[in-house]
């Protein structure tokens, strides 16, 4: 037999899901954004291009991923990805063994460098990639393993 | 109502590095209560970043990015005394943007 606080609790997170649902498409067309839901939900490297309609990515030494061999906390994980080509639009940071693997997409014009930091969570020790996206539709990347210590998803 | 993102942006001889902080829990939705119930997953989902008000970079994030995020870039030909505008909108919905000046 549930008890009153749980079904209260419950009835409140099932308000909280539906005004989620409703409010978040009508947001996305106020921005004129894009929020790429598929890409997030991914599970592997292919599915992520699939979903955000890229071609086979191919490694490549012109891609710099930055991160620790040791992270001994997984919640804070420092993850640098640059590149020293010209015409990439878009940069990818991937923890292979999150439950989704695409961590963070940056989109910039010619006026910012490709190279970007910043931290991320990591579930276990994982590769770690860095994808750039060419403007000519060529996607590379390079790869890192990374030790987690302590995971930082469930923790 | 969400703290403000700490922004610094320096200039350097014909760029400038900017850092900063966002304030937000970026819960991972992986996480249980002390009653084994998953804690929905609450993070930021897009970044939008302007210079003297033309966008220059936008991010989009999953909730893996890190709690309180921290970001660092180099913009191109940006000087001391340019506007930076740093916004975000979080999967509730929940927005914030916050201003520096480029020293």
């Known amino acids: 037999m549930p008890s009153r606080r749980d079904l209260l609790g419950h009835s409140a997170r099932i308000a909280t899901l539906l005004a989620a649902a409703g409010l978040l498409p009508e947001l996305a067309r106020a921005q004129g954004s894009s929020y790429p839901s598929a890409a997030f939900e991914a599970k592997t490297m292919a599915d992520v291009m699939k979903a955000l309609g890229a071609g086979v990515p191919a490694e490549s030494k012109d891609v710099t991923i930055t991160a620790p061999d040791i992270a001994e906390n997984g919640a804070v994980v420092p993850v640098g990805a640059s590149t020293g080509l010209a015409g990439v639009r878009r940069i990818l940071i991937l923890v292979e063994k999150n439950p989704a693997i695409l961590s963070a997409m940056f989109n910039f014009t010619d006026a910012v460098e490709p190279s970007f930091s910043t931290r991320v969570k990591m579930d276990q020790s994982s590769n770690v990639y860095a994808v750039a996206m060419m403007s000519d539709g060529r996607v590379l990347f390079a790869h890192k393993e990374v030790r987690v210590t302590l995971g930082g998803c469930a923790g | ?103």
């Open chain 2, 1 to 103: 109502m969400s703290e403000p993102t700490r922004i610094r942006a320096q200039a350097g001889a014909d760029k400038a590095t900017v850092r900063m902080l966002m304030t937000h829990e970026m819960e991972s939705g992986q996480r249980k209560d002390a009653s084994g119930k998953i804690i929905p997953a609450w993070f930021i989902r897009e970044v939008s970043v302007q210079l003297n008000g033309k966008p220059v970079m936008t991010a989009q994030w999953g909730p893996a990015v890190s709690k309180n995020p921290f970001l660092q870039f180099t913009i191109k030909g940006a000087k001391a005394g340019d506007k930076l505008t740093v916004s975000w909108v979080d999967n509730r919905g929940d927005r914030r943007s916050d201003e520096a000046t480029i020293a």
